[in-house]
């Protein structure tokens, strides 16, 4: 089950077109609802921490759904063609902002918010859980992950180094209709590159003809795989502290380091490549410490690199992009690598039940993530609005050492937290090789 370069580079376009959404979601979110939109940090908190925890439902059943459905592209690769439209549409709404009262505006921000994550949800589950069935090599799903992260960040530096700019040109003065038409574009661009992956991609492992199985039943076999509970854990847990640092930085750089547009594309895009460059430099490490050693290693590197940001200060700009730098480098290590080990659980899963539900596992695993968006940006809207944050002003001593405590002690702590929980995992590679050879003898002992 080789993949050639076309098809690792056809699905990674598919996350270059999810991350114009991920990268916005992840660094421009609160800031758009706080200086853009008009509504308190609070507000805006508690309003994501409702859409993503609520969003993890319907998460868990979409997977459910994607692993029974049945066409001649697949089960999970229609969903590239179905949902891309869906998701532009609520892309688009989701970054308007009506010239309503301040009430209204707040319910328009839970409905649009709300439907984005469910069009996302539902185009981006199936995209995941693509990447268990392209191929059981685990060498070939390291790499396939790491060409996805790469290509991920490419949308990611698009997003987020242009994001601010074309605001500024679309809008002409006014915000509010600059970040609408940015997101217009976004989206268009979006829709062609889901559209582009459907084409490059094929599935190739599928579960046993026979296979009839139930919800509760999934669920049953889902909560009895120990290995899958470790990565839910560390979704939860890792993903709360990366929106907690993600939410910040763009109020690190502009209300703290002062930057100007210009410096903090430049920052974005050092930071993307550095991401790539992880992301692409994955065998690597796994090849001289093995998968779980080589995750584990890279959240300890990031933390140790988040956490001098606490005490650097605004003339220190080497020091910001040095730190920056080596944190990405490793975080792309992390991100190829976290995909890759869910779809090990998903082989552990077929291997020790006989059962084969690779949409249940993928949906559940974002299911935590979304758990952790909602909790990582309530806790930064809490933080900012404790720590006495106000939008479109100089802020305080106070309100600085709140938005410095976001980007740099905060998450260390938690990377190092999640370093912590993964020392348990136990799909090593002797074990991963055992799984893969006899599963590939049950399929051809099927004629499959």
Same mark, same amino acid.
């Given at each position: 089950m080789k993949l050639s370069i076309r098809e690792k580079a056809g699905y990674g376009l598919g996350d270059t077109a999810s991350n114009f959404v991920w990268a916005l979601m992840m660094n421009f979110i609160m800031?758009?609802?706080? #200086?853009?939109?008009?509504?308190?940090?609070?507000?805006?908190?508690?309003?994501?921490?409702?859409?993503?925890?609520?969003?993890?439902?319907?998460?868990?059943?979409?997977?459910?759904?994607?692993?029974?459905t049945r066409s001649r592209w697949g089960r999970f690769r229609p969903y590239l063609v179905w949902m891309c439209l869906p998701l532009g549409i609520a892309f688009v709404l989701t970054f308007t902002t009506p010239d309503w009262s301040d009430n209204?505006? +707040?319910?328009?921000?839970?409905?649009?918010?709300?439907?984005?994550?469910?069009?996302?949800?539902?185009i981006n589950i199936p995209y995941g859980a693509l990447s268990g069935v392209m191929t059981d090599d685990p060498i070939e799903r390291t790499s396939l992950n790491s060409y996805r992260m790469a290509f991920a960040q490419a949308g990611g530096i698009?997003?987020?180094?242009?994001? +601010?700019?074309?605001?500024?040109?679309?809008?002409?003065?006014?915000?509010?209709?600059?970040?609408?038409?940015?997101?217009? +574009?976004?989206?268009?661009?979006? /829709?062609v590159l889901f559209l582009v992956s459907f084409l490059a991609?094929?599935?190739?492992?599928?579960?046993?003809?026979?296979?009839?199985?139930?919800?509760?039943? #999934?669920?049953?076999?889902?909560?009895?795989?120990?290995?899958?509970?470790?990565?839910?854990?560390?979704?939860?847990t890792?993903?709360?502290?990366?929106?907690?640092?993600?939410?910040?930085?763009?109020?690190?750089?502009?209300?703290?380091?002062?930057?100007?547009?210009?410096?903090?594309?430049a920052f974005f895009l050092v930071s993307g490549l550095a991401m790539i460059a992880g992301a692409m430099a994955t065998r690597f490490f796994v090849a001289?410490?093995?998968?779980?050693?080589?995750?584990?290693?890279?959240? /300890?590197? /990031?933390? +140790?690199?988040?956490?001098?940001?606490?005490?650097?200060?605004?003339?220190?700009?080497?020091?910001?992009?040095?730190?920056?730098?080596?944190?990405?480098?490793?975080?792309?290590?992390?991100?190829?690598?976290?995909?890759?080990?869910?779809? #090990?659980?998903?082989?552990?899963?077929?291997?020790?039940?006989?059962?084969r539900t690779t949409g249940i596992i993928f949906s559940a695993t974002t299911c935590a993530q979304k758990v952790g968006m909602g909790l990582g940006a309530a806790f930064a809207g809490k933080m900012l609005s404790d720590f006495g944050y106000e939008a479109n002003v100089a802020q305080t001593e106070r309100s600085i050492h709140g938005i410095l405590l976001l980007v740099?002690?905060?998450?260390?702590?938690?990377?190092?937290?999640?370093?912590?929980?993964?020392?348990?995992?136990?799909?090593?590679?002797?074990?991963?090789?055992?799984?893969? #050879?006899?599963l590939a003898a049950r399929r051809l002992a099927r004629g499959e």
């Open positions: 800031f758009y609802y706080t #200086d853009i939109f008009g509504i308190t940090a609070a507000a805006a908190g508690t309003m994501l921490l409702f859409a993503h925890s609520t969003d993890g439902v319907a998460d868990f059943l979409i997977g459910a759904m994607a692993d029974r209204s505006k +707040l319910v328009y921000a839970w409905v649009t918010y709300n439907l984005l994550m469910l069009s996302y949800s539902a698009i997003a987020n180094t242009s994001f +601010l700019w074309l605001v500024k040109v679309f809008g002409k003065g006014d915000q509010a209709e600059g970040a609408r038409w940015t997101v217009f +574009l976004f989206s268009g661009i979006a /829709v991609t094929r599935e190739r492992i599928h579960p046993p003809a026979t296979q009839k199985t139930r919800l509760r039943e #999934d669920i049953g076999t889902l909560f009895a795989n120990r290995h899958w509970l470790v990565m839910f854990v560390a979704g939860i890792g993903i709360t502290f990366a929106v907690i640092r993600g939410s910040g930085i763009i109020y690190y750089l502009k209300s703290y380091l002062l930057w100007g547009e210009e410096r903090i594309a001289r410490l093995g998968k779980k050693n080589a995750f584990i290693a890279s959240m /300890v590197v /990031v933390a +140790l690199s988040s956490a001098p940001f606490y005490w650097i200060t605004p003339g220190q700009p080497v020091l910001v992009f040095g730190f920056q730098v080596i944190g990405m480098v490793m975080s792309g290590v992390n991100a190829a690598l976290f995909w890759a080990l869910v779809a #090990d659980t998903a082989d552990f899963a077929e291997w020790k039940f006989s059962v740099s002690l905060v998450p260390a702590a938690g990377c190092m937290l999640v370093a912590a929980l993964f020392s348990v995992y136990g799909l090593n590679e002797a074990a991963c090789a055992t799984i893969r #050879d006899d």
